[in-house]
């Protein structure tokens, strides 16, 4: 699973691989099913935005705690399937539903906490912040949904499922562009397990800042770059050999 380059999650390849596999013999003989697991995951990643409510660098804290479990139960309800030969389309299903819901929660959590919905930082609730942080949301969710949409494309034509090397765009130009933006990485910031550590470090700058200054334009840059990747991934699979 770890040399799954454009499948696993670098956390995953780094540590939470080595993680799960110890959590796995205490969950394979047990009556929890892998989709049930996946349900699980779910409910820890929403769980991990609507935790964002609570100020100060206790909320962030919690998101990053939450959202890593998140991550072990993404490994460990796969890992019981395999071992368990109960792999299912129902499965693969879930589990991308759970990403979109997770890591919308997470970004409209973070949105909401800018917001100030509680005034703890002033007298008003500023729903800018929050709207941001559903555009953030939104971005992520359509940058999957770009991904997982060529698969649909592709199975209604009676193609093949796509490789990875058709992913490089036949334009030189465009090619360079990607490669430049892979090697940046900044596009990995509205993912979940990104997001959740960057709103803790900005949450640890608030706290010694004393305001919400750091968790505003951290919004502000996370609902720019989904919208930008959003875009870029676009012209990206257009031109590409994807739907060839």
Not at 132 to 151: F, M, N, Y
Request: hydrophobic content about 50%; overall charge positive; glycine content about 10%.
């Amino acid at each position: 699973m770890k040399d799954r380059r454009s499948g696993e999650h670098w956390a995953g390849r780094l540590y939470m691989r080595e993680i799960s596999l110890h959590v796995d013999p205490f969950l394979v003989n047990t009556r929890i099913t892998p989709n049930q697991l996946t349900y699980l995951m779910v409910v820890v990643g929403i769980a991990g935005g609507a935790v964002l409510l609570v100020p100060g660098l206790t909320g962030a804290i919690l998101a990053a705690v939450l959202f890593q479990i998140y991550l072990l139960l993404d490994c460990v309800d796969g890992e019981v399937a395999r071992w368990r030969k109960q792999t299912s389309i129902t499965g693969v299903y879930l589990d991308r539903i759970g990403h979109y819901l997770c890591e919308a929660a997470l970004l409209v959590g973070f949105g909401v906490r800018g917001a100030d919905v509680f005034h703890h930082n002033g007298s008003s609730t500023n729903w800018l912040w929050a709207f941001l942080g559903t555009v953030a949301a939104l971005g992520a969710i359509l940058i999957k949904a770009e991904t997982d949409l060529v698969d649909v494309a592709r199975q209604r034509s009676g193609l093949p499922a796509v490789k990875d090397e058709a992913s490089t765009p036949r334009s030189s130009g465009l090619a360079l562009a990607r490669r430049a933006a892979a090697a940046l990485k900044f596009h990995r910031l509205v993912g979940g397990i990104e997001a959740s550590l960057f709103i803790l470090v900005v949450a640890i700058a608030d706290m010694v800042r004393g305001d919400l200054f750091f968790t505003r334009l951290g919004i502000a840059v996370l609902a720019g770059i989904a919208v930008l990747q959003t875009l870029l991934h676009l012209v990206s699979i257009l031109a590409s050999s994807r739907l060839k």
